[in-house]
């Protein structure tokens, strides 16, 4: 064997090798690329969104991460919120059911106790958590809303628990559907889209966004709704109040007749 037969096999494998490397350099390159569109939004740690560096920091100063986990992940005295989405976060402490002070049935309705800013920021940070989750609706325009087939929809679907009117009434272990004459028109849209406790959730299929705001111009035209007089009925609808006049009506007239009768 010459030297230039040897050098030749030589400079080929350095140039294999060379080539190869270039290969593992590029697929090296194509799986970060890869990673980078395929992999979850940025982790919150590493995010430099401010709302939700801020929202992080909330989670922890108002103990929700002391119950649902320092990442939501859930734990023996809380749900895991990855995938719950904004809307939840914002019901749920926008009524002030969160955070949870003491353990009961179910979370009572309190004043919020942070702004609407703070609670923005929080579900921003929440969304990081993981994908999914209904986002805050928008409930413009619900006033246009038919409010006769908003009443219709809710006698089906939401009266067996809240009552007729919305006033609320129990369940069973303790547990109630309340009135709904303090919630907001959002607030009611977010219930029907998360569900919280034992009520169920109203997905677009089962109730579209236009019947939606249609139940939620009900629920507020119903509250606004003075009495007409005397005492409250219940406001059931006006057959019940003819019907009661007339039994007290037909009661005076039996009085009425029983006592011309006992003077005869
Ligand atoms: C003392 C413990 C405790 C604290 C503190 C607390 N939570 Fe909760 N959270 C619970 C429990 C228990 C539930 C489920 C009970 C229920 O839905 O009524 C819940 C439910 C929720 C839900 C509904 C989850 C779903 O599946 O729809 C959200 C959202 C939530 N919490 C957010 C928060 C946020 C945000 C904070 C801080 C501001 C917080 N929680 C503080 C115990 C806690
Ligand atoms: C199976 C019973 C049930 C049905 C049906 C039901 N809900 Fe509820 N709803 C509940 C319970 C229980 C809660 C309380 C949840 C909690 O405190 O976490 C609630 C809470 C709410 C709230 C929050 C009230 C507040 O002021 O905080 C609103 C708004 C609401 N429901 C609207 C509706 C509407 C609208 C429908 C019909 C589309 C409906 N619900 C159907 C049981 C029900």
Not at 18 to 33: C, F, K
Not at 71 to 86: D, F, T, W
Not at 228 to 241: A, D, F, K
Request: aromatic share 6%; proline share 7%; with cysteine.
């Amino acid at each position: 064997m010459t030297s230039s037969t040897l050098a030749a096999p030589g400079a080929g494998g350095r140039r294999r090798r060379l080539a190869s490397a270039a290969i593992v350099l590029v697929a090296l390159g194509l799986l970060t690329l890869l990673y980078s569109a395929l992999a979850p939004r940025g982790s919150a740690a590493s995010s430099s969104d401010p709302d939700v560096i801020a929202g992080r920091d909330l989670f922890v100063k108002f103990s929700c991460a002391s119950c649902h986990g320092m990442n939501g992940e859930g734990g023996q005295r809380a749900p895991s919120l990855i995938g719950v989405g904004p809307a939840a976060v914002d019901f749920q402490v926008g009524t002030g059911r969160m955070p949870l002070q003491h353990h009961s049935a179910q979370a009572p309705r309190k004043r919020p106790v942070m702004t609407e800013a703070q609670i923005h920021q929080l579900a921003a940070y929440v969304a990081t958590l993981g994908p999914g989750g209904p986002p805050v609706p928008d409930v413009t325009g619900y006033q246009n809303a038919d409010v006769a087939f908003g009443g219709a929809l809710f006698r089906t679907n939401c009266a067996q628990c809240h009552n007729f009117v919305g006033a609320g009434g129990e369940l069973t272990y303790g547990k109630y559907a309340p009135s709904l004459a303090e919630a907001t028109p959002t607030q009611i849209y977010e219930a029907m889209v998360t569900g919280p406790e034992n009520m169920p959730v109203f997905g677009d299929k089962t109730l579209t966004p236009d019947q939606k705001l249609a139940i939620i111009n009900y629920v507020k035209s119903v509250r606004s709704q003075a009495d007409p007089g005397g005492e409250g009925l219940g406001r059931i609808g006006p057959v019940s109040e003819t019907l009661a006049g007339i039994l007290v009506g037909l009661g005076l007239c039996v009085g009425a007749a029983l006592w011309v009768g006992s003077r005869a």
